[in-house]
């Protein structure tokens, strides 16, 4: 079976320019097929168009990969950056959610399909940019929650900055692909029991 | 250069029987030609006998690996063992000497040295029952002394063993050696800091 029988692009894309459905389309294939095997000869062929097409807006695989992965994990980002700034909601009960669904997402994105996950350890091998900014970005957000909620008296913390870096360091087997991978089967908490003794640590009110 | 004239056995090879001496030997080249450009025969010339002699003891590279890995692990846990159970000093104060002391030698051992980082992804990768068996003795060492200080009313939990669990999961980027080689350049917060977090975390006195 050919790649083109498949998936096959819908006859009317709808709305989003070209770089966009390329992107749409590697993301299918890389989930589809595995990150290894897709070719861009392939994702061209399934948007029907030559591979020097593709090419001129993505110069390698590689560039690909970091498009689709900065895609999913500013989606990831969005999400987080919503429960973050949520009007009237206690920064504790904000920083749980904000904790959790960095988890499910992370999970759900890089872990819960086998082939997705290569993609995800080919990224994090060759592309660390991509996962630095993605680090960076939940840091700050992060940092901004937890500063709030000192100010606000509901956290007890000297330094705002390195107690929310303590937060997301500690919480890293639960959002690092390769660990959610690798920790599956040890003896560990569960997402509750650290979420509970995360906020213990910020001495949370 | 062949790895003859590199290591040479001394001819008073002292004290240990041989299978220490083949142990000793692997480790010295793992950890100076590199993991994979060891062979079965480089160990045994340096030890002047056959590959034979060799596979008497280890029917395998990937067994050679799995003893020495796991000799390195019970050298730490020796020394984790010997400060978790000091008479007389404070639950708290053993945790965080417990805690640097599990980052340093973990850093020492498999990140330092860049060839010694490769023995360990390969046994990471293809022998997780040794990384499963220190896992679980560290967690072990962990629970006792959680549980100890929580008796002695120095740690304010309700439940001992789900914080110990949380203190080493939180732990894990400072003594994961794909971790600590991989959260080198990122933002994060120092040991010390770290220590602090996880310490109010038990709500230690």
């Known amino acids: 079976m050919t790649t083109q029988n498949l998936i096959r692009e819908p006859d009317n894309p709808g709305s989003g320019d070209l770089r966009c ?20 000869a392939d994702i061209a062929a399934v948007l029907r168009m030559s591979p020097g097409n593709v090419y001129r807006f993505f110069p390698s695989k590689k560039a690909l990969n970091e498009a689709v992965a900065a895609r999913l994990l500013a989606d990831i980002e969005a999400e987080l950056e919503r429960i973050a700034t949520q009007a ?24 819960a399909n086998r082939r997705m996950h290569e993609m995800v350890e080919v990224a994090m091998a060759e592309s660390w940019d991509v996962v630095h900014c993605h680090i960076t970005h939940v840091d700050e957000m992060l940092c ?19 107690a929310a870096r ?20 040890e003896v560990g908490p569960t997402l509750d029991e650290m979420l509970d003794f995360l906020l213990a640590g910020l001495r949370a009110r």
Do not use: W
């Open 21 to 40: 459905r390329i992107l749409s389309i590697a993301e299918r294939l890389f989930r589809d097929l595995g990150y290894r095997k897709t070719t861009v």
């Open 88 to 111: 009237g909601v206690p920064a504790p009960q904000r920083l749980r959610e904000f904790l959790a669904t960095l988890h499910r997402l992370s999970t759900r994105q890089f872990t």
């Open 144 to 162: 901004r929650l937890v500063a709030e909620g000192a100010k606000a008296g509901e956290f007890d913390v000297a330094d705002p900055m390195a």
């Open 166 to 185: 303590c937060v997301h360091t500690a919480f890293v087997r639960f959002c690092h692909p390769a660990l959610i991978a690798q920790c599956a089967d």
